[in-house]
């Protein structure tokens, strides 16, 4: 009986131990559930949550601005690092990168080099954007741009909040 008794008293002096840690646990499992509804909705959300929250914070993601080539380098790190995923998800999650979280470019100054790193423009395309530029004048809207024959209405989409159309000074 009186082991019993001495069992029963240690396993509560050992749970109590571990009621401490309990609340600064649950409040990281609130914390980052939280951090998830402020990422923007869009295809490769739901990956970026999976495979990146392991090892870091959302914030340290959602706080750098990059281009879609840099986004790449950094997640080619991470699963060099050790991070996992598919393919699939792997190419979402650049995408949704570099779509919410990409470093504006303005179309009415930058070279075609600029466009081409900044914006994931293809050589083609970036020279079309800068003589269409030269010959009509600055862009003032989105669908101004996409006017330009020959570029790529998905990647304009994908960068649609990375493009700036500040007038040359």
Same mark, same amino acid.
């Given at each position: 009986?009186?082991?019993?008794?001495?069992?029963?008293?240690?396993?509560?002096?050992?749970?109590?131990?571990?009621?401490?840690?309990?609340?600064?646990?649950?409040?990281?499992?609130? #914390? #980052? =559930?939280?951090?998830?509804?402020?990422?923007?909705?869009?295809?490769?959300?739901? =990956?970026?949550?999976?495979? *990146?929250?392991? *090892?870091?914070?959302?914030?340290?993601?959602?706080?750098?601005?990059?281009?879609?080539?840099?986004?790449?380098?950094?997640?080619?790190?991470?699963?060099?690092?050790?991070?996992?995923?598919?393919?699939?998800?792997?190419?979402?999650?650049?995408?949704?990168?570099?779509?919410?979280?990409?470093?504006?470019?303005?179309?009415?100054?930058?070279?075609?080099?600029?466009?081409?790193?900044?914006?994931?423009?293809?050589?083609?395309?970036?020279?079309?954007?800068?003589?269409?530029?030269?010959?009509?004048?600055?862009?003032?809207?989105?669908?101004?741009?996409?006017?330009?024959?020959? #570029?790529?209405?998905?990647? #304009?989409?994908?960068?649609?909040?990375?493009?700036?159309?500040?007038? =040359?000074?």
């Amino acid at each position: 009986m009186a082991a019993a008794y001495h069992r029963r008293m240690w396993q509560a002096e050992n749970m109590m131990r571990w009621v401490p840690l309990t609340i600064p646990v649950s409040f990281a499992v609130v #914390l #980052l =559930a939280a951090q998830g509804d402020s990422l923007p909705e869009g295809k490769g959300r739901d =990956a970026l949550q999976s495979v *990146c929250t392991n *090892c870091h914070g959302i914030d340290r993601v959602t706080s750098m601005r990059y281009s879609k080539s840099y986004w790449s380098d950094v997640v080619d790190d991470m699963v060099s690092r050790g991070a996992t995923g598919s393919d699939e998800d792997l190419n979402a999650i650049v995408s949704y990168l570099a779509r919410n979280f990409g470093k504006p470019v303005n179309v009415n100054t930058a070279t075609q080099k600029e466009l081409e790193t900044g914006l994931s423009f293809t050589p083609a395309e970036a020279e079309t954007v800068v003589k269409y530029r030269a010959g009509k004048g600055a862009f003032k809207s989105f669908e101004e741009l996409q006017k330009v024959p020959g #570029l790529n209405r998905d990647l #304009l989409e994908e960068q649609k909040k990375n493009i700036v159309f500040e007038a =040359a000074h």
